[in-house]
């Protein structure tokens, strides 16, 4: 079985700092672009930042400069170094990963489970 795992996640004060993690275990060949997302409550879930196998970043606006995502392909781990966070920062904050199962082709989305980053004023 495929997952995602996270972990890191938890109550800061504004301008203070997390660093999330998220492990794929399970029975991988290769694991493709992964990004992490968020959702607040009454908002829509959206993209934080993705990077690519070979190390091609993007981050949305309203994080370049605060966050930093980065990976290491030997152990199928995204993470996601934040700080100078904001209370608008606060959310539901979910992995995404492109994997490839080993003994298949084809490349699936997983999801993690989701892990609370708040953030007080």
């Known amino acids: 079985q495929v997952q995602l795992v996270e972990s890191g996640g938890g109550l800061v004060q504004a301008g203070g700092s997390l660093r999330l993690s998220c492990a794929a275990s399970?029975?991988?060949?290769?694991?493709?672009?992964m990004g992490w997302y968020r959702q607040a409550p009454g908002n829509e879930r959206e993209l934080v930042a993705s990077i690519t196998r070979d190390g091609r970043s993007n981050y949305a606006d309203s994080v370049k400069g605060r966050f930093t995502i980065s990976r290491d392909n030997a152990k199928n781990t995204v993470y996601l170094q934040m700080n100078g966070l904001k209370p608008e920062d606060t959310a539901v904050y979910y992995c995404?990963?492109?994997?490839?199962?080993?003994?298949?082709?084809?490349?699936?989305?997983?999801w993690g489970q989701g892990t609370q980053v708040t953030v007080s004023s």
């Open positions: 399970g029975s991988i060949f290769r694991a493709g672009a």
């Open positions: 995404n990963a492109n994997l490839v199962r080993s003994g298949s082709s084809f490349a699936r989305e997983y």
